[in-house]
Nanobody, 129 residues
Framework: QVQLVESGGGLVQAGDSLRLSCAASGRTFSNYNNYGMGWFRQAPGKERVFVAGISRSGGNTDYAESVKGRFTISRDNAKNTVYLQMNSLNPEDTAVYSC???????????????????WGQGTQVTVSS
């Protein structure tokens, strides 16, 4: 069974930090380093949007303009886990954050949701002003 399980969400105040984690398990991810990983978020009444992505080796990353300089994506292939460190949070960051996996033969980082085959259930991040 393929599983992506996010954790680390919560309620914080503006200016605070959070670190999200996404652990991958299942036979599909026995070769976890064959997958690029991404974080997306969806605010109430809005579309799901790309936040950050990291290539299968971790050598390439990409970020949405709105989070550049504040968020950092990283991965630990030995633990089958991808992280999203979020600093200087503001109320506009409030959303459900989901991780996703994209099978990759290169270091390319997909930025569209359609490039990802597997999704987690999401974790809520709420930032109060």
């Amino acid at each position: 069974q393929v599983q992506l399980v996010e954790s680390g969400g919560g309620l914080v105040q503006a200016g605070d930090s959070l670190r999200l984690s996404c652990a991958a398990s299942g036979r599909t991810f026995s070769n976890y380093n064959n997958y690029g990983m991404g974080w997306f978020r969806q605010a109430p009444g809005k579309e799901r949007v790309f936040v950050a992505g990291i290539s299968r080796s971790g050598g390439n990353t990409d970020y949405a303009e709105s989070v550049k300089g504040r968020f950092t994506i990283s991965r630990d292939n030995a633990k089958n886990t991808v992280y999203l460190q979020m600093n200087s949070l503001n109320p506009e960051d409030t959303a459900v954050y989901s991780c996703a996996a994209a099978w990759a033969s290169t270091e390319y980082v997909p930025v569209s949701w359609s490039g990802y085959q597997y999704w987690g259930q999401g974790t809520q991040v709420t930032v109060s002003s």
